[in-house]
């Protein structure tokens, strides 16, 4: 295995190219970020990527779920030898069907060697976001009900562990990268757990009929459709108001949450347009729109009126069922 001092070329290339084949949203979003804020964040991506692959395995029980992620947090944290994650972990997914996630558990050497290569302060943000997420899931393996989530105080749980705490990672990513950043959002980073739990929010209404079929749902199971996606509505407002707190010369950060955001903001009003959908592709954006939104996350990332106006404008659906 290659040192860091021998080939990081290789394997910053390597990161690139699993992205774009593990994630196309994020392949799309993730390199507008400043460079060394790029490597940190497609970084975490990846580790979570690992932790949602052990997750999403159908035919291991939660016990053995419970016992890979334990294996996978011990290696991050350096615990303990990576192989000791990924040889058993590759054996538990033998019937896996997703080439490109067995690839890159194959690679989880690789994956820690770049982040490794990251600053002190960002190391010690990726180490504590994968600690939740991991141990956070792990609780959740025996939740997995066709009822769903007891309530909504265990779904917002489910959701800060999934991704709220991806929203934490990034303030404090962004916040050693920008000290004004770091001064505006000061008191304020509950907004940066709602950006992550509208995204997840988004996920997991966008996903529920294929979760469904499968015998699961991610839902509170006291709480309606219409009610969620007013939830979802107040969510996605606290995240408008996390991006204007970011520094307008801070560019590729702005366009990097104005992207994730937007199409956000978009599939949810389509959601509540189509409620009644039997499969994620009724709700699923077109490329055509997200290359267009793309386009114009360039025009309008910088200018806080425009930002603005695209919420009111795409949201009209669901702003009309939260005033009902």
Wanted: hydrophobic content about 40%.
């Amino acid at each position: 295995m290659n040192s860091p001092k021998e080939n990081p070329n290789a394997d910053m290339a390597y990161q690139k190219t699993i992205l774009g084949s593990v994630s196309r949203t994020f392949a799309l979003t993730i390199p507008l970020l400043p460079p060394t804020i790029e490597k940190v964040v497609g970084n975490t991506y990846l580790l979570c990527r690992i932790v949602d692959t052990i997750e999403d395995a159908a035919d291991l029980s939660p016990s053995s779920k419970q016992a890979l992620s334990k294996l996978f947090l011990d290696a991050v944290l350096e615990k303990a030898p990576v192989s000791s994650f990924v040889e058993p972990c590759l054996i538990a997914l033998k019937n896996y069907s997703n080439q490109d996630e067995l690839d890159l558990i194959s690679h989880t050497p690789t994956v820690l060697r770049i982040l490794h290569t990251c600053s002190i302060d960002d190391q010690a943000a990726v180490s504590r976001c994968v600690s939740i997420m991991s141990d956070g899931m792990s609780h959740f393996h025996n939740k997995q009900t066709q009822a769903g989530l007891k309530d909504l105080q265990e779904f917002e749980q489910y959701c800060y562990v999934v991704a709220g705490v991806v929203g934490e990672l990034l303030t404090a990513i962004f916040s050693n990268h920008s000290p004004q950043f770091a001064k505006r959002i000061e008191g304020q980073e509950d907004l940066a757990i709602a950006f992550g739990q509208a995204l997840q929010m988004t996920n997991i209404l966008k996903d529920s009929p294929e979760d469904r079929a499968r015998g699961v749902s991610w839902k509170p199971a006291n709480i309606n459709q219409t009610e969620l996606l007013s939830i979802a509505y107040q969510k996605l407002q606290d995240s408008l108001r996390y991006i204007l707190l970011i520094p307008k010369q801070e560019i590729g950060i702005r366009r990097f949450c104005f992207l994730a955001f937007g199409l956000a903001a978009m599939t949810l009003s389509k959601i509540a347009s189509h409620q009644l959908f039997t499969h994620k592709d009724a709700v699923k954006l077109s490329r055509h729109t997200v290359m267009a939104f793309y386009g114009f996350t360039k025009i309008a990332s910088g200018n806080d009126a425009l930002i603005k106006a695209f919420f009111s404008l795409s949201t009209g659906p669901l702003r009309k069922l939260s005033q009902n």
